[in-house]
């Protein structure tokens, strides 16, 4: 993980499928900005979502978003999900999970693409989003065997590119607070 072209942490992503289909995605980040030595800001972040038939069926998700603590919990049941959100250690409304099949911002899954609703699993929103394609393909990822093709997720306050070679992801790019550039490059 890079800000700037900076090296700020790691994010890593574990997604085991079991043979009749579902699965199970493990993810965790850790990235501090620092100045001279001095931490300017922290993040961790870490998730366990299990899925099937292409939906999210389970979350639970803890981040520490410079010492805001969110915890996100999920369950599908009946046609919906039922959401819980604590944040800073005070109960939250329960967000209202829209009915039928959600998705979280999964970069790994190709049917992100057809999405118009994904939660955030670091707040617990579900948002709104826009699925268009990138205006131009980062110059660290044109030397790929492969063409790199991309999807711009838009109607978020800070939009994101994610990059694909075939259906394997392989970057990301946002831009964050003070204009500066976030990205992700999976090894």
Known sequence: MRLDGKPIGTHRFVLASASDGPRALSSEAQFDVRLLGVSLYRYRHRVSERWADGCLTSIDAHTDDNGRRTEVRGQAQDGSFDLQVRDTGRPAPAP????????????????????????????????SVVITVPRAVPADLNAQAQPVRGLHIGGLAKPIDVWYVGDRWVGLDTIVSGGRQLSYRLR
């Open 96 to 127: 209202a999970a829209p009915p039928g099949c959600l998705m979280s911002f999964a970069y790994w899954n190709p049917a992100l693409a057809e999405q118009t609703r994904l939660l955030d699993p670091g707040s617990g929103r579900v948002e």
